[in-house]
């Protein structure tokens, strides 16, 4: 019971640079679990970084210790997780829907790799459709937006600029 609670209330956080977003819609929010020991219970909740040396981190793990306080957890542990790594394929269906609607580009699928990666020097991805119009007809104006997380793109048929979140 005060595991599926604290759950329920971990997964209503939002992110900090994308609030139309929970952390648990970017898949960052891994896990929540409660242990008992002589003290009482202790909420463990568990984050993966989108990025290493995300500078949003502090405020998700901070976040997360206020609303579960808030809540009544009056003992709360964030756990950074760095393993398996976090991709933009763990964004739920319902968060890409939440970027469409906020005029973001959602990230495509990450192109499944094993073993070491090589470095190619290869065409360019494909540039996200406009999420405005759907446009195919889209440039790249720069590698980053507000975030390093994100580019910024323009669609040439509708002249809005949009950002992308990149595919990890």
Not at 8 to 34: I, N, S
Not at 40 to 59: D, F, H, K, N, R
Request: proline share 10%; net charge neutral; aromatic share 4%.
């Amino acid at each position: 019971m005060a595991r599926r609670r604290a759950a329920e209330v971990a997964g209503q956080v939002r992110d900090p640079e994308m609030p139309m977003l929970t952390l648990a819609d970017l898949g960052v929010l891994r896990g929540v679990e409660v242990e008992r020991d002589a003290d009482g219970e202790l909420v463990v909740a568990s984050i993966t970084p989108t990025y290493t040396g995300c500078p949003a981190m502090a405020t998700m793990r901070d976040d997360l210790v206020h609303r579960l306080n808030d809540a009544g957890f009056d003992r709360v542990e964030v756990r950074i997780v760095l393993d398996p790594p976090w991709s933009s394929d763990w964004i739920s269906e319902r968060g890409r829907a939440a970027l469409r609607a906020e005029g973001l580009s959602a990230p495509g699928p990450v192109r499944k790799r094993q073993g070491p990666v090589p470095l190619t020097l290869g065409p360019p991805r494909p540039a996200p459709p406009c999420p405005r119009c759907g446009s195919a007809a889209t440039r790249l104006t720069s590698e980053f937006g507000a975030t390093a997380c994100k580019a910024l793109y323009r669609c040439t048929d509708c002249l809005e600029p949009f950002e992308h979140v990149k595919e990890i």
